[in-house]
T-cell receptor, first 116, second 113 residues
């Protein structure tokens, strides 16, 4: 079946512009996560959606970052007034929620964002 | 509090020799533990996971990991390294009944011919 897809695969933008990154999770997965992976770094948690519950935004680095998930499926991560330090690979993952808690995360290929 | 420590940022082995990638965790609750692999310019792929069943977990490509509660460790091993194993490996913990994942900082594995 189809995996997690993300678009665009690459995005180059100028400092100060807004960008939108899209994630299509695996069908039927109720949990969706956004992470950021800067060059040479591990994964930094950004935000988590689970069903209709309020998202866990505890990882968003500033109020320039926001995300929404429409209809419990597709998610968009928006970065306003981009800065050079926002340059990174943005990864999306989805998972089922098993009775005992989180199930395996399946990752998309990522969007490489470059802010000039 | 939950956290993951990968003790080595880089590991270098010769092809055909054993691989050991170390991971220690702290968790206030019974954890689920995962190892993911990321090949250059590729996405993250699940290698194996532990979810409170057998403590020795076998994964893909000949990798396995052992959950040791007394040592709070979940080290990844492989008896014989292959050139294709060169990649970055991430240890991940999530407390049971919670839905947030905590990633280690990663270990880059280099395999020499």
């Amino acid at each position: 079946g189809a995996g997690v897809s993300q678009s665009p695969s690459n995005k180059v933008t100028e400092k100060g512009k807004d960008v939108e990154l899209r994630c299509d999770p695996i069908s039927g997965h109720t949990a969706l996560y956004w992470y950021r992976q800067s060059l040479g770094q591990g994964l930094e948690f950004l935000i988590y959606f689970q069903g209709n519950s309020a998202p866990d935004k505890s990882g968003l680095p500033s109020d320039r970052f926001s995300a929404e998930r429409t209809g419990g499926s597709v998610s968009t991560l928006t970065i306003q007034r981009t800065q050079q330090e926002d340059s990174a690979v943005y990864l999306c993952a989805s998972s089922r929620i098993a009775s005992g808690g989180a199930d395996t995360q399946y990752f998309g290929p990522g969007t490489r964002l470059t802010v000039l | 509090a939950q956290s993951v420590t990968q003790l080595d940022s880089h590991v270098s082995v010769s092809e055909g020799t054993p691989v050991l990638l170390r991971c220690n965790y702290s968790s206030s609750y019974s954890p689920s533990l995962f190892w993911y692999v990321q090949h250059p310019n590729k996405g993250l792929q699940l290698l194996l996971k532990y979810t409170s069943a057998a403590t020795l977990v076998k994964g893909i490509n000949g990798f396995e990991a052992e959950f040791k509660k007394s040592e709070t460790s979940f080290h990844l091993t492989k008896p014989s390294a292959h050139m294709s194993d060169a990649a970055e490996y991430f240890c991940v913990v999530t407390p049971l009944n919670f839905n947030k994942f905590y990633f280690g900082s990663g270990t880059k594995l280099n395999v020499k011919p």
